[in-house]
């Protein structure tokens, strides 16, 4: 079902204010919980913020590729795999959410200017199949407030951790 312009402007604004969101759930996180994880197979803050830099990259190109191209196939990947291979608990932060940022900021302009047609034209996601430009904001405009309250649960449940 195609969205209607009121509700595509509401996602473009969640999708352009979350970085400020992450990097709020963020500020929140004490130093020792920053590498904590809720449980062997769970991230960290720390591990959360690299995905997501990993992430937007990812759905940077991949709007670009179903606006711009015909039919495109867009290549799906294993996040926790990412996690694993580029050891993000040996990543600095900062850059990761500078790239957040940069990245965000680009693609919010991009997606504000997209003329009404963009928002139908159709690609194929290796994971998921059929992949319009509106499943793209569906999905990314939430992508960093997800990850936002990941962190922010994360941190609730390191402060039980340390009340025991």
Request: aromatic share 8%; glycine share 4%; net charge negative.
């Amino acid at each position: 079902m195609a969205l209607d312009r009121a509700k595509r402007e509401a996602l473009i604004r969640q999708y352009a204010d979350g970085p400020a969101r992450l990097r709020a759930a963020l500020a929140k996180v004490p130093a020792p919980a920053l590498t904590w994880r809720p449980a062997p197979k769970e991230w960290s803050a720390h591990e959360i913020v690299c995905h997501c830099a990993d992430s937007e990259t990812n759905a940077y190109a991949r709007v670009r590729f179903v606006v711009a191209e015909k039919a495109p196939t867009l290549q799906g990947y294993d996040q926790d795999h990412w996690a694993a291979v580029f050891d993000y608990h040996h990543l600095p932060l900062e850059p990761a959410l500078a790239v957040i940022d940069a990245v965000r900021a680009s693609t919010a302009a991009l997606i504000r200017g997209l003329p009404d047609d963009a928002w139908t034209r159709v690609g194929h996601h290796t994971e998921s199949g059929r992949y319009t430009t509106e499943d793209w904001l569906q999905i990314y405009a939430d992508h960093l407030e997800g990850h936002a309250r990941q962190i922010e649960n994360n941190i609730e449940q390191w402060k039980a951790t340390q009340s025991r």
